[in-house]
């Protein structure tokens, strides 16, 4: 498999978290279900992206992606 790029972000809740020490440029978005943390999307750097990595409705819809996936998984 592909190695993991290290996560500079955490998306969760429709709110990008810069992580502290996060070295790369990916995010990590956890999915979450009613019982816990069911798995975590590993998202690589963005392209093109010079100012913010994500825009307030990108954040959203991948928060919304990972609420529904939790479930599913669950």
């Given at each position: 498999?592909?190695?993991?790029?290290?996560?500079?972000?955490?998306?969760?809740?429709?709110?990008?978290?810069?992580?502290?020490?996060?070295?790369?440029?990916?995010?990590?978005?956890?999915?979450?279900?009613?019982?816990?943390?069911?798995?975590?999307?590993v998202l690589g750097p963005?392209?093109?992206?010079?100012?913010?990595?994500?825009?307030?409705?990108?954040?959203?819809?991948?928060?919304?992606v990972a609420?529904?996936?939790?479930?599913?998984?669950?």
């Amino acid at each position: 498999g592909l190695p993991a790029p290290e996560a500079r972000y955490l998306i969760a809740d429709g709110q990008l978290i810069e992580t502290p020490g996060g070295g790369g440029e990916g995010a990590l978005v956890p999915l979450m279900a009613r019982a816990g943390l069911t798995g975590m999307l590993v998202l690589g750097p963005r392209k093109g992206r010079r100012q913010a990595p994500y825009r307030p409705a990108e954040l959203r819809a991948l928060s919304l992606v990972a609420a529904r996936a939790g479930l599913a998984l669950e």
